[in-house]
């Protein structure tokens, strides 16, 4: 049964706002003890904390200094490469410096610099969602570093040193990439295969090939296929069978897989792919909720995976988003693909239209080769609006 407006009665529970802001923020002032082993995904944490506060409608409770010194902090992990070292661009995770003018140190250290696709997909987040206009990015050369790490599969891995290669890295390979409407040597039609070939038996997406059918590496897959242009390439049967092993998931949240227990990120994870496939209307909106506030912390804010469980930064932002998608007053509304909100999307769309304008004199991007609009491909109403 389809419940998509919901009335007062049906809202009583009510979303702690102003507790979730402030919970967000005591992320981007300290990072806990208990989150010091995620010192080196930091850049992640001020994504869920910036982008959350979005959601919330509550940038404004960061004072301009705040907001410069966090785009100051997100600047100190690019990595530009060296004339000899074309295609290591883009943010690393780690802010870890050694001081030196010893060359063979500095050496030594430079082997382990180069760009993750995650820290840099969720670094721009961070830098548009602040209102910075990405005029220092070189957007050729973090492109380049996105293209080296594509695999002959299609697959991409995170970063230049081998790590592994799956669904993950492919969003964010295309985020990157529509973040800055640049694909350089990125190649789609590859990245199309390798998608449509993790597509399952029951029409979920593995991480890779025949692996298991999983809520998240469905969201990276038909997100990846959006921001790329290329969700039209599935047929019918396909978008309908993927619909459908979504709606599935719902129990009263939403569990990943079949027979796992909900968990409030995937309001977010199966919420987000049905938004894009215009589906979303289809869930039931009350449980959906119900499930969702039960993992509200009442005292200090956050929301955990569980309830009574701990809160966390993730659970907290994907939660808020879930909320959004079920058009909670006082919410932004989440752009579903790229997850940030619609007002940083808008931004964005903005500075794309001023590259384009201006492409003969910018001097981080070379090659006009390469235009096209993949946004204009977006066929989903909630991108248009
Ligand atoms: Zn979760």
Redesign the pocket.
Same mark, same amino acid.
């Given at each position: 049964m389809s419940h998509n407006t919901l009335n007062i009665e049906e809202r009583k529970e009510p979303v702690l706002f102003t507790k979730h802001a402030k919970y967000f923020i005591r992320f981007l002032n300290v990072l806990p003890a208990r989150l010091a082993s995620h010192d080196c995904t930091r850049p992640t944490i001020a994504f869920y904390s910036v982008c959350g506060l979005d959601v919330l409608n509550s940038l404004h409770l960061l004072t301009p200094q705040m907001r410069k010194d966090i785009i100051e902090w997100i600047y100190t992990g690019l990595v530009e490469p060296y004339e000899n070292e074309p295609c290591r661009g883009g943010f690393q995770g780690s802010r870890v410096k050694i001081n030196s003018d010893d060359k063979q140190l500095l050496d030594s250290i430079r082997c382990y610099q180069w760009g993750h696709l995650a820290m840099t997909y969720t670094s721009i987040c961070v830098l548009i969602t602040l209102g910075d206009d990405l005029s220092r990015l070189n957007r050729q050369s973090i492109v380049d570093g996105v293209a080296t790490n594509q695999r002959s599969d299609g697959s991409f891995s995170a970063c230049i040193n081998g790590c592994e290669s799956d669904m993950r890295f492919v969003y964010c390979a295309a985020a990157i990439c529509h973040l800055l409407d640049y694909w350089g040597n990125v190649d789609k039609d590859k990245m199309y295969s390798f998608i449509k070939d993790s597509i399952r038996y029951d029409y979920g997406v593995s991480q890779s090939g025949e692996g298991e059918s999983h809520g998240g590496t469905t969201f990276c897959a038909i997100a990846a296929l959006h921001l790329s242009g290329q969700l039209g390439r599935l047929d019918e049967k396909t978008l309908e069978g993927i619909k459908r092993w979504c709606l599935f998931r719902q129990i009263d949240g939403f569990q990943?897989r079949p027979n796992k227990p909900v968990?409030?990120?995937?309001s977010f994870?199966i919420g987000a792919t049905l938004r894009i496939l215009n589906a979303f209307t289809l869930t039931d909106y009350i449980e959906n909720r119900k499930y969702i506030l039960e993992t509200q912390d009442t005292i200090v804010g956050g929301f955990s995976?569980w309830a009574q469980s701990s809160t966390d930064p /993730?659970?907290t932002y /994907?939660g808020i988003c879930g909320l959004s998608f079920l058009e909670e007053p006082g919410l932004a509304t989440v752009m579903p693909s790229l997850n940030i909100a619609m007002p940083a999307y808008k931004r964005l769309q903005q500075l794309h239209a001023q590259w384009r304008t201006n492409s003969t004199d910018d001097k981080y991007f070379n090659s006009t080769k390469e235009h096209e609009s993949d946004t204009d491909t977006i066929t989903s109403p909630l991108i248009k609006a």
């Open positions: 990943g968990d409030t990120c995937y994870w995976k /993730f659970h /994907f």
